[in-house]
């Protein structure tokens, strides 16, 4: 497996004395087959990520549509791997500002309503919509915060104030 062989081969690379456990992840993608994800568990993965194709750097393998991985989903909530979701819409009709919330809307509400019991982190969020929604939601939801992300606006990215 290939989560197994990297951590291997993190753990060769680390200096004498260091005590270091990486946490192994999947990558999910429209093909991500079903029946890895109790396989996957039993070696050691801890989560799987979803990134839309085309959100974030090196996201060109990520999901083009959630739909096409419905039975991943399925068999993930039965392993009990959690989805750590980079949670932004890729439509270049959305605002650059509000794909997170329509994200919240388009994904993850149909998301939570078809696999209620997938534990979920909603990583790095930014917006007061993001956190509303999982200040409500239901034990099997969580965030993350990265703070630097806090720091920019419109002004900060477009005129570099």
Request: hydrophobic residues 45%; aromatic residues 6%.
């Amino acid at each position: 497996m290939p989560a197994e062989s990297t951590k291997d081969r993190i753990l060769a690379a680390l200096p004498a004395g260091v005590a270091f456990d990486p946490l192994m992840t999947l990558y999910l993608t429209d093909t991500l087959a079903p029946d890895e994800m109790a396989r996957s568990r039993e070696a050691g993965v801890v989560a799987v990520k979803l990134y839309p194709a085309g959100a974030t750097t090196n996201s060109d393998a990520g999901v083009t549509d959630l739909r096409r991985t419905s039975r991943t989903l399925a068999a993930m909530q039965r392993a009990g791997l959690p989805l750590l979701v980079h949670g932004e819409v890729t439509d270049p009709a959305v605002d650059l500002f509000d794909r997170e919330a329509v994200f919240i809307e388009r994904v993850l509400l149909p998301l939570r309503r078809d696999f209620p019991e997938l534990k979920i982190v909603f990583e790095h969020i930014t917006t007061r919509e993001a956190a509303q929604y999982v200040q409500q939601a239901d034990a099997f939801v969580a965030a993350t915060i990265t703070a630097h992300h806090l720091l920019y606006n419109r002004n900060a990215i477009f005129l570099g104030g």
